[in-house]
């Protein structure tokens, strides 16, 4: 309804002018918006999939950790190390990895940006809350990759490995 009075209105203002087409904001608004949004979708599952391949690096390093030390892991366990002794070892591996691999990806980052702002005047400056969040977010999955391999040697079984060496 509200269509056929617009080509009213506009009949009676400007006789022989017919409107092309009549979309609504919302629809201007989403595709004029499409673009960005298909960007960020993108941006994000190479984002997420770069955390994945972060992680399952984590995991891999760690588990080689604890497979090449099972004899060792094993004769602490026999000595009276406890399973969360193991695990926390592990994990204070893994924690050390995921420090150091921070620190160097802020350093990066910390560089890309003097370039792109030397490059290109007026880019907004970055946010300490976004950096804090994606710290956060990549500290908790990283642990988490540790976790796998910690609770692995967590279940030593000082018999069966020393046995089987």
């Known amino acids: ?7 009213e209105a506009l009949a009676e203002e400007k006789p022989g002018a017919a409107p092309t087409k009549l979309i609504t904001m919302e629809d201007h608004v989403a595709a004029t918006l499409h673009q960005e949004h298909q960007n960020l979708r993108l941006l994000g599952s190479l984002g997420m999939g770069s955390l994945m391949l972060a992680c399952f690096g984590l995991w891999a390093a760690l588990n080689l950790q604890v497979a090449l030390k099972g004899r060792e892991l094993a004769i602490r366990m026999a000595l009276g190390a406890t399973a969360r002794q193991l695990a926390t ?7 050390r990895l995921l420090t150091l691999g921070l620190a160097a990806g802020a350093f990066v980052i910390w560089l890309l940006i003097r370039l792109a702002a030397s490059r290109w005047a007026g880019l907004p400056a970055l946010s300490g809350i976004d950096l804090l969040a994606a710290s956060g977010a990549l500290i908790a999955a990283g642990l988490l990759a540790c976790l796998i391999p910690a609770l692995r040697a967590a279940r030593t079984q000082p018999a069966d490995t020393l046995r089987s060496e």
């Open 89 to 95: 070892r592990i994990l204070g591996l893994g924690a």
């Open 1 to 7: 309804s509200l269509a056929a009075r617009l080509k």
